[in-house]
T-cell receptor, first 112, second 115 residues
């Protein structure tokens, strides 16, 4: 699986958009970009995933560059409860996808 | 409610005393796995199972055993725990098709301390 690079920490004001970048320059054609987050020491929580098109769900939006070498997770209106470690993971999808290789992630702190 | 449950949530034990951490999911998922999380090392996969009676080693399987006799349960067994197995453990599951094949569900975690 391709490696990812994320900034170790970011800050965001409550109510503003949080934009979390991720570099995955060695991503393969059949690999998806997944985002998970971990609040304190709870179990990681799935946020969103994408292959090459931008994706949006009730939690966030995922913007993937045309060359697929980087992506950005967008939390449109960050709240204090969004303070967490955010992990960008690249892995194959469907039946062949199993292990998630978690890096160090980005610690997002949302301030009042 | 779709969930993965683990028991116990907290456990303090002594070196060499066999223990089992249970994991159960109610989503009829085929795939289940165990991870451990340690400061500075992130989450690392211990064992995984693609279905009943099908298990395989992850990245850090030494000192652990698993079994998958029923689809919903995937217990983690430490036959002779040692202090280096002190960690936060997570069980996870996912399906094999559709939306459930992309979203992996994690349990709440089991914090194990071996003295």
């Amino acid at each position: 699986d391709a490696k990812t690079t994320q900034p170790p920490s970011m800050d965001c004001a409550e109510g503003r958009a949080a934009n979390l970048p991720c570099n995955h320059s060695t991503i393969s054609g059949n690999e998806y970009v997944y985002w998970y987050r971990q609040i304190h020491s709870q179990g990681p929580q799935y946020i969103i995933h994408g292959l090459k098109n931008n994706e949006t769900n009730e939690m966030a939006s995922l913007i993937i560059t045309e060359d697929r070498k980087s992506s950005t997770l967008i939390l449109p209106h960050a709240t204090l409860r969004d303070t967490a470690v955010y992990y960008c993971i690249v892995a194959t999808g469907g039946t062949s996808y199993g292990k998630l290789t978690f890096g160090q992630g980005t610690i997002l702190t949302v301030h009042p | 409610e779709a969930q993965v449950t683990q028991n116990p949530r907290y456990l303090i034990t002594v070196t060499g005393k066999k223990l089992t951490v249970t994991c159960s999911q109610n989503m009829n998922h085929e795939y289940m796995s165990w991870y451990r999380q340690d400061p500075g090392l992130g989450l690392r996969q211990i064992y995984y199972s693609m279905n009943v009676e099908v298990t395989d080693k992850g990245d850090v399987p030494e000192g652990y055993k698993v079994s998958r006799k029923e689809k919903r349960n995937f217990p983690l067994i430490l036959e002779s725990p040692s202090p280096n197995q002190t960690s936060l453990y997570f069980c996870a599951s996912r399906g094999q098709s559709g939306r459930s094949s992309y979203e992996q569900y994690f349990g709440p975690g089991t914090r194990l301390t071996v003295t």
